[in-house]
């Protein structure tokens, strides 16, 4: 993990006291200030966050390391830290030190970040200590997608494996960014009581962020090429380790290697109250097969998807009764922050909804042209 590690506490070395000037200790004849938050290890200087769950503690090298695919660890570090204080298990336990120290620190200065880790892991002390069972937490929608951006920065070693595709083919790659992750979770919305599939779901990061955010009783994911397949089963460890190490609920999920329009897979696809799909790339026969197997949809599911499976002016008249558009209504939505990985430009995505009460409407008028979006929700 280019330097970073997670690893137990050693029995022989138990946290020091809480201390308000800088405390002294030797490691190898080296004196370290603030020894609850900095440590040596193999001759490298380090900081290190204890878990407010009582996992291993994460590990920085100091100086802190940019990757060359912009893993950034000490901004990564404090921005956890940043975040962490306003979660609401721990904000009771936080100290005004603590606030104070995060609005003047410098990432440069060892002695500096010695000094956030030693504060910090105080009060994750007093938040175990006043802690009972192994209870888990929601995590806020801006911890969720800092601890997706850790999960994939860990997991996808080298991003460019992912654009090898066949241009412009349904191979192609893209991906939603987890600012519209959490916009589509609470504009669906997406419930606990929900289950939840994503067809052609990448590396995974929809599936795991929704498990987390939305915690749904069932997430799954199907993905057909081979190098995000093989992403999607690290991505899927990091987020466990990640989650536990939080402290973070989530709800249950999988993520496996096939093709969506296999038979296998109906069942669970009829049985969905949210389907996932990223069409834009999709041909006309593909999304057409997709519209034969969302017809067999329960009562109520929603699909979220890049483009519409039906037009949002749809009429139902008695030349189009076989149209998927006879029970979907489609709303329109539009991410104006980069929403996916393809363009920069505010991105729609739109959010049908089954309805067969608008065909009983239909039958129920002598068969009149029903306009579908004129139809009260």
């Known amino acids: 993990n280019g330097g970073l590690r997670l690893r137990p506490m050693s029995d022989s070395q138990p946290p020091a006291p809480a201390e308000s000037a800088p405390a002294i200790s030797a490691v190898n004849g080296v004196n370290l200030p603030y020894p609850r938050g900095s440590t040596i290890e193999n001759g490298q200087l380090c900081v290190f966050l204890e878990s407010p769950a009582g996992n291993p503690r994460l590990v920085y090298p100091f ?43 410098d990432k440069s200065n060892f002695e500096s ?35 997706m951006a850790m999960v994939y920065i860990r997991a996808v070693d080298d991003p460019m494996r992912l654009n090898k595709y066949k241009g412009w083919s349904e191979e192609v790659y893209g991906e939603f960014s987890s600012g519209m992750i959490s916009e589509i979770v609470h504009r669906v ?6 289950k939840f599939i994503d067809l052609g779901s990448g590396v995974g990061q929809v599936v795991l962020q929704v498990s987390g955010e939305a915690g749904c009783i069932e997430c799954f994911g199907v993905e057909k ?34 093709d969506f329009m296999d038979k296998k897979f109906l069942k669970f696809i ?48 008695s030349r189009n009764l076989s149209d998927i558009g006879t029970i979907l209504k489609v709303v ?4 104006q922050g980069e929403g996916v990985s393809w363009t920069s430009r505010p991105f729609d995505y739109f959010i049908q909804t089954v309805d067969r009460t608008m065909l009983e409407k239909f039958f129920a008028n002598n068969c009149r042209p029903l306009r579908v979006s004129d139809d009260p929700p």
């Not at 100086?63 to 904000?91: A, I, Q, T, Y």
């Open 63 to 105: 100086p802190f390391e940019v990757k060359e695919n912009g893993w950034d660890m000490g901004k990564e570090m404090c921005d956890s830290v940043r975040l962490l204080v306003h979660e609401e298990e721990l904000r009771p336990f936080i100290s005004d030190e603590l606030f104070a120290v995060l609005h003047k620190l």
């Open 189 to 194: 919305p997406i419930l606990k009581s929900h």
């Open 332 to 335: 329109k939505k539009t991410f």
């Open 225 to 258: 090429q081979d190098i995000p397949a093989e992403y999607a089963k690290i991505m899927s460890q990091v987020y466990r380790d990640l989650m536990d190490w939080f402290g973070k609920a989530y709800g249950k999920f999988e993520i496996v290697q096939g």
């Open 113 to 147: 970040m010695a000094r956030l880790c030693s504060l910090f892991n105080e009060c994750v002390e007093r938040f175990r200590q006043a802690s009972t069972g192994d209870t888990k937490h929601q995590a806020s929608t801006p911890m969720m997608q800092h601890i």
């Open 270 to 317: 009829r049985e969905a109250d949210v389907i996932f799909v990223n069409n834009f790339a999709f041909g006309t026969l593909l999304n057409q097969r997709l519209k034969d197997m969302f017809s067999l949809l329960k009562e109520g599911a929603r699909i979220v998807s890049s483009l519409n499976f039906a037009p949002m002016d749809f009429t139902i008249t």
